[in-house]
């Protein structure tokens, strides 16, 4: 049994929507984990999520 870590970045960029003239925004997603076997059958771990929008919702442009 040997201990696991597994780590995710995500940078979403969106752009313009023609038929509403709006934007959602981007969006950065990061994601890491780390487990350690207690026995065959349980596992004990940590996991942290940061999920950021750069822009904030006053810079979206609405109709």
Not at 7 to 35: I, P, Q, V, W, Y
Not at 46 to 58: E, H, K, M, N, Y
């Amino acid at each position: 049994m040997t201990a696991a870590s597994r780590s995710e970045a995500t940078d979403t960029f969106n752009t313009r929507n023609k038929a509403t003239d709006c934007s959602s925004g981007d969006l950065f997603h990061f994601e890491h984990s780390a487990s350690y076997p207690v026995t065959k059958k349980l596992r004990l771990g940590v996991q942290r999520l940061i999920w950021d929008r750069p822009s904030t919702i006053a810079s979206l442009a609405w109709p």
